[in-house]
């Protein structure tokens, strides 16, 4: 099996930014509850007909350029999204012919907030056997299109962005472990419940305001913290790790506490945590990608480092993957 690692890394946040202080206005909030129950200040929200191809385009731009390779090298793009442009295609056809990726085959990845770590592990078999030389991997939501500003307990939480990075093989470092899981008895929990085939778009789900996200925050909270907290120790146990080893994690940013009680319970000091949560809200699949990039970019991952992905969300599904820089 051939090493694969990430070569370019790209994020895209769009222009307009929603402070506490702007919800505050729109549902019965205040921007102390959100800071302190939440960790976020603010999120950036895509302006009205932008959609999700349209934030990952200017991501995968960037990411080809860091990596140095014409998109018309691209053989696999994977796009993690629960909030496409449209129920079909995909986002990664529209994204290909943006790109002009003219032989890469592409697909959408479904797995919420783990949807990054789903896509670079899938990425990353085809890489690793041979099949393909490289792919695009991209993580990118709208999620303030599926948010019911109406209700203080999901509005006040998620944002829109992007990210992207390019997988080819390596010589040195690169992915060194990855694990995948999921919960699907608890489906319940966090989802949206119409649109689907279950639940057809009708008169009826938009007066029910069906087609906004639901989520039954506290009893996803204690599963967060501890689902992570084991996704983390499974991974290191598969490198043959310890979190000495480990030089930053880069979690999903859906809770600034969920992340620092997981922090606590590995042993990880505050310091080698990092956090976008503050300026970007909760971006499902496009979180732990973008504060990726931004980590990469803001030089605290550096060559020869080791990160610990550790993500979590509606599935309930989890991933986690080690890589050396
Ligand atoms: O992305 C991956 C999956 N998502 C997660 O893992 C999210 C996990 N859950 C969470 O992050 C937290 O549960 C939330 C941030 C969603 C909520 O925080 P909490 O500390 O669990 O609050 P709560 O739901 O227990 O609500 C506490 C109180 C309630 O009032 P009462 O019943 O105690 O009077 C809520 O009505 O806070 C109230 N509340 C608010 N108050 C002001 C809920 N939302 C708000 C709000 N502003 N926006």
């Known amino acids: ?61 960037q990411a080809l350029k860091d990596a140095k390779i014409n998109p018309e090298d691209l053989d696999l793009i994977v796009v993690a999204t629960i909030t496409g442009d449209m129920p079909f295609p995909s986002v990664a056809a529209i994204l290909q012919d943006k790109l002009g990726a003219k032989k890469a085959a592409c697909f959408d990845l479904s797995a919420a907030c783990a949807g990054f770590v789903y896509g ?33 307990n999901t509005c006040v939480l998620f944002g829109d962005g992007a990210g992207a990075v390019v997988l080819t093989e390596v010589k040195e470092g690169g ?52 689902t992570m907290t084991k996704a983390a120790e499974v991974v290191l146990a598969q490198a043959k790790m310890t979190f000495a080893d480990i030089d930053l994690i880069i979690p999903h940013q859906a809770n600034a506490r969920i992340i620092m009680a997981v922090a606590k319970k590995l042993g990880i000091p505050e310091e080698r945590v990092y956090l976008n949560i503050e300026r ?21 991952v550096k060559r020869g480092d080791v990160i610990l992905l550790d993500a979590f969300g509606a599935g309930l599904v989890w991933g986690a993957c080690i890589i050396k820089w």
């Open 1 to 61: 099996m051939k090493k694969v690692g990430i070569i370019g890394v790209g994020e895209y946040l769009p222009e307009k930014i929603l402070t506490n202080a702007d919800l505050e206005k729109i549902v019965d909030t205040s921007d102390e509850w959100i800071t302190t129950r939440t960790g976020i200040k603010e999120r950036h929200v895509a302006a009205k007909g932008q959609a999700a191809s349209d934030l990952a385009l200017p991501a995968s731009i």
């Open 120 to 152: 670079i592990s899938v990425a990353q078999q085809f890489l690793a056997c041979g099949t393909y030389k490289n792919a695009l991997v991209v993580g990118v939501e709208v999620l303030t299109s599926v948010t019911d500003w109406q209700d203080r």
């Open 280 to 300: 970007c809200g909760n971006m499902s699949s496009a979180s732990t990608v973008t504060a990726l990039c931004e980590a990469v970019r803001e030089g605290k």
């Open 175 to 226: 992915i060194i472990s990855t694990y995948l899981g999921c919960d699907g008895s608890k489906v319940g929990i966090l989802n949206l419940p119409a649109g689907g085939s279950r639940l057809p778009a009708s008169a009826e789900t938009v007066k029910n305001r069906q087609h906004f996200l639901k989520m039954q925050g506290n009893e996803l909270f204690k599963i967060a913290v501890n």
